[in-house]
């Protein structure tokens, strides 16, 4: 009977924890709306300062591993980290409001793990 009540708290509760991804970034990053866009990709509409959030980027990268590419005009950033290919956009909505989307693949497959962990990064590492 144990084992029964065990796998059907365990069905009821999968679908709950299968959505956690985005609501833990949520909270991470104060409640800021992040949302996962496809399976290796992280985004959020951020109320802070284009420039801000381009040098929080910037070094997040540069912790992370080696930049291959950066262009603070189109707000692209590409680097090379833990077997990873990722990719950081920002882009500006508003004079207030600015777009960080992360994407990250190891070895071609989705690396959503270090996606999310370099966007709670960059947000939280804005001054």
């Known amino acids: 009977m144990r084992k029964f009540f065990a796998f059907v708290l365990i069905l009821c509760l999968l679908p709950l924890v299968c959505g956690c ?33 381009w040098e929080s980027a910037l070094n997040v990268a540069r912790t992370y591993g080696l930049i291959q590419q950066e262009n ?35 070895y071609h497959f989705p690396n959503m793990e270090l996606a999310q962990d370099i966007f709670v990064k960059i947000i939280t590492g804005v001054r």
């Open 21 to 53: 991804a985005p609501l833990i970034i949520g909270a991470a990053a104060g409640g800021l709306g992040a949302y996962g866009v496809s399976r290796d990709t992280v985004q959020g509409d951020m109320d802070k300062n284009y420039e801000a959030l």
């Open 72 to 106: 603070a005009g189109t707000g692209y950033i590409e680097l090379g980290a833990q077997s990873s290919k990722v990719w950081i956009k920002l882009v500006r909505l508003t004079q207030a409001t600015t777009r960080v989307r992360v994407s990250a693949r190891k």
